[in-house]
């Protein structure tokens, strides 16, 4: 089992930055790949950015590039988002989750093994 805990949420105004973190609970934590997700109200939840075993390579969705950097840290067991240059319609509950790298790097929500209860961040104009 893995207990993924997101934090790091909260609001700001259009242009600022936050730092998500999840902490994940044991150390096959290193094992998987890992992504973050976002639902806004009313809205599918979609993949926003992922990141291989190791670290090595990322991927993200095209309207995050460029302002969204994910990273990992396997020792302390933890997954980041840098989030800069924020915009109101980055408004949503942002979740990490954890699973198999082809189902993680695809943005494929229904692949994941485990998930985050998700943190709110809110961003206003």
């Known amino acids: 089992q893995v207990q993924l805990l997101e934090s790091g949420g909260g609001s700001v105004q259009a242009g600022g930055s936050l730092r998500l973190s999840c902490a994940a609970s044991?150390?096959?934590?290193?094992?998987?790949?890992m992504g973050w997700y976002r639902q806004a109200a009313g809205k599918e939840r979609e993949g926003v950015a992922a990141?291989?075993?190791?670290?090595?390579?990322?991927y993200y969705v095209d309207s995050v590039k460029g302002r969204f950097t994910i990273s990992r840290d396997n020792v302390k067991k933890t997954l980041y988002l840098q989030m800069n240059s924020l915009k109101p319609e980055d408004t949503a509950m942002y979740y990490c989750?954890?699973?198999?790298?082809?189902?993680?790097?695809?943005?494929?929500?229904?692949?994941?093994?485990?998930w985050g209860k998700g943190t709110l961040v809110t961003i206003s104009s």
């Open positions: 044991t150390g096959i934590y290193n094992s998987y790949c």
């Open positions: 989750a954890a699973g198999p790298c082809g189902e993680v790097t695809m943005f494929k929500s229904d692949g994941m093994d485990y």
């Open positions: 990141i291989d075993r190791i670290g090595g390579r990322t």
